[in-house]
């Protein structure tokens, strides 16, 4: 049956494909594709896992045969016969091998998607007291996965074929084709983004999230469609359902029917044709009709991003998440050879165009580690993040320094400190980069110049202008932020998404405000958050001063198309009319 679960549309276009869960268990469990020359090793390390749970129930059963009634109940004994049952039990096992052999999913992953297929059949049964089995194949799955643990696999993401098909597609997708995967969950964490990054999924959906989350942000990143915030999305689609995403509605639409399945192909190949289009304006030079030059520059995670950043036009790296490079490593963090090598790349990569470094802004959405949740705090996007917590570890902080500074040597590179808003962390700020340089000297190590740059992202900062373009060589306004912590609105929280207002009058005013103080003071300024990237808002913009916009790779030739129609001559007047009004979306939505 055709139903449709609405979200938050993060990602544009539209994907269609099977649903690949990953499905929750109370033990961790990694979500990785394996090589093909793994496949006996990971059915080996499921037999293997379930033979030791065998073994236990056996020993148990051994012990109790023993035992008076009292101390071993009649029920005891057919409960474990009931969890014999279910481990020899043809469907589980074989799915499992299913799994492991047609997705290349790694054993956990094909565990708990069999786990996730049979129990729907359980919640299917009239019958009561089966119903209630479904307890226990979840009891022995944890069971088997616990004896597995430990037994770790290279992750190794290669093509992935979709074998199963429903008879009312088979007119639309032959057997001999390749399908799309959806990627379905509850949450997915930056780190678990990236591990994706590469591999085969063509969109991805979460129960929560919000426009401006870091998962929505590496989604976007990706140039795929996702949506988010759809809250009962991985309980409602099941393992291998057709899946539609719409990117430009934030709609889900599930086991769609043929018309439906067909209208949406249409509309996919037509958001094809749309970035054909684009793609004409790769080697025009972003200037508006009034002769203005715009720089538009990436924001990337990875080093191997810069790639893609030279291949839509990007004039340089206008924020490098180095975050990205300490996630997800539970707790080991990179050293400074790691780091430095690369920042090296990501500089080489870039062709002697200037790149942009964050340091490490880690915390409140963007945890160091997924598995280890931030309880110990009653609100961590207002405590130990970004330049917080380096300044709280000045050693991993130096570190990161000498490895930029080392890498400086090989390009024009700048280092960018996120987070900052009192002028006692700005001046340790600088003291321990000079500290860095110090002991770079001392090591006869060979370091590049670097411009140095604050990220103006907290209302306070972007209230006490002056005392940063006192310290710092540019400044780069970060939306995402600098949004939710002047409207008080948690950004990854779907509850309130609709009260995230990047067009509010407030932060309208402070964005304008930053814009015209920086350029009296003859110091660069650039948007580095999601507005840059938004078409809708290119004109304002561009009305209000602004003359760099950093974005994802991405949205770039989409903003520059908006750039090479625009009159800033003509939009000035209209950005001050609309920065006076109460009501700014809605004279900007009339323009």
């Known amino acids: 049956m055709t139903f449709s679960i609405h979200g938050l549309a993060v990602a544009r276009g539209i994907a269609i494909g099977r649903a690949v869960l990953v499905a929750s268990s109370r033990v961790d469990v990694a979500h990785y594709f394996i090589a093909p020359t793994q496949v006996e090793a990971e059915i080996d390390r499921v037999r293997r896992g379930r033979n030791a749970v065998v073994d236990e129930i056996h020993r148990l059963q051994a012990s109790i045969a023993h035992m008076g009634p009292k101390e071993a109940p009649q029920e005891l004994t057919a409960l474990l016969d009931v969890h014999l049952m279910l481990l020899d039990d043809d469907e589980l096992i074989g799915g499992v091998k299913r799994w492991i052999t047609d997705r290349l999913y790694n054993a956990e ?93 063509a969109g991805f959906i979460t129960d929560v999230g919000g426009k401006t ?54 509309k996919q190949r037509q958001g094809e044709l749309d970035r054909g289009r684009l793609s004409r304006l790769l080697h025009t030079p972003a200037v508006t009709l009034d002769g203005q030059k715009i720089e538009l520059l990436a924001n990337i995670e990875m080093p191997e991003d810069a790639v893609g950043a030279l291949k839509v036009g990007a004039v340089g790296v206008g924020l490098f998440r180095s975050e990205f490079l300490f996630m997800g490593r539970q707790g080991r963090l990179p050293d400074e050879e790691e780091q430095y090598q690369a920042y090296r790349r990501a500089i080489e990569g870039m062709q002697g165009l200037p790149v942009t470094i964050r340091t490490v802004d880690v915390g409140a959405d963007k945890p160091l580690d997924s598995s280890l949740r931030d309880d110990a705090h009653l609100n961590p996007a207002l405590g130990l993040r970004a330049i917080r917590w380096s300044l709280a570890d000045p050693a991993m902080f130096l570190t990161q320094l000498r490895a930029i500074l080392r890498a400086a040597a090989y390009g024009k590179a700048k280092v960018m400190i996120p987070m900052l808003v009192h002028a006692s962390e700005i001046r340790q700020t600088l003291a321990l980069l000079d500290h860095a340089r110090a002991e770079l000297d001392n090591r006869g190590v060979a370091y590049g110049p670097l411009e140095v740059g604050a990220m103006i992202e907290i209302p306070a900062a972007a209230l006490t202008l002056k005392v940063f373009l006192k310290y710092f060589d540019f400044l780069s306004i970060g939306t995402n932020d600098l949004i939710q912590y002047t409207l008080a609105i948690d950004r990854a929280d779907e509850s309130v998404a609709h009260l995230y207002d990047p067009m509010h009058p407030a932060v309208l005013r402070l964005v304008a405000g930053t814009i ?35 974005m994802h790779p991405a949205q770039i030739l989409a903003v520059k198309q908006e750039i090479l129609r625009a009159d800033t001559a003509k939009l000035a007047p209209w950005a001050q009319q609309v920065l006076a009004d109460d009501e700014p979306g809605y004279r900007v939505g009339r323009a």
């Open 516 to 550: 015209a103080e920086a350029q009296a003071q003859g110091k660069d300024v650039s948007v580095c958050g999601e507005m840059a990237g938004d078409t809708s808002l290119t004109r304002l913009l561009l009305g209000l001063g602004l003359r760099s916009f950093s």
């Open 213 to 266: 989350s870091h998962t929505a942000i590496v989604a976007r990143s990706l140039d795929i469609p996702a949506v988010v915030g759809a809250r009962l999305s991985s309980q409602l689609v099941r393992q291998d359902d057709w899946v539609i995403i719409d990117g430009d509605a934030g709609v889900v639409v599930v086991d769609p029917s043929p018309i439906i399945l067909a209208e949406y192909g249409f």
């Open 109 to 201: 992953w094909a565990l708990t998607t069999q786990l996730e297929v049979i129990a729907r059949q359980f919640d299917e049964m009239e019958d009561e007291y089966l119903r209630e089995r479904k307890g226990d194949l979840e009891q022995i799955t944890e069971k088997v996965l616990r004896a597995m643990k430990g037994m770790g696999s290279t992750v190794v993401p290669p093509p992935v074929r979709a074998a199963r098909k429903t008879a009312q597609h088979d007119l639309l997708l032959d057997d001999t084709v390749d399908v799309p995967l959806i990627l379905v969950a509850h949450d997915l964490s930056p780190a678990d983004m990236l591990q994706f990054k590469q591999s085969v999924f």
